[in-house]
């Protein structure tokens, strides 16, 4: 399962044939280059982290990096909540609580930090 994901993430899959690939129509939806929309899946203080370099990429500038960023993270059972999910709210991200992920195909960039045993390799292959 490792080598067809790396295969499929790095662009080494054909498109339009077999599973895991993107269909024509969709295929036109998605940006090849910058700037991406991109759902973020995390929870811990690591993967605040590595939002925050991600909102930080969303800022206005001559080259952005990001165009839409929304969040999925697990529900707490702490009063405080956690640190993903309080950085979201803090600077008002959209937020998916697992396992409702929102629809996927509206994004063309899945990045994964301190949240990969929870993705099922259909998850993964929903993008590029």
Known sequence: MRGRILRVWRGGGSRG??????AAGEAQRRREKPPWRVLFFGTDSFAAETLRALRAAREPGPD?????LEVVTLPSQL???H????????????VHLWP?????EHFDVGVVASFGCLLSEDIILKFP
Do not use: E, H, M, S
């Open 17 to 22: 044939r077999g599973r895991g690939t993107v």
């Open 64 to 68: 952005p990096l990001v165009d839409r």
């Open 83 to 94: 640190a993903v999910k309080n950085y979201a709210d803090q600077f008002l991200l959209p």
């Open 79 to 81: 009063p405080k909540g």
């Open 100 to 104: 409702d992920i929102g629809p996927c």
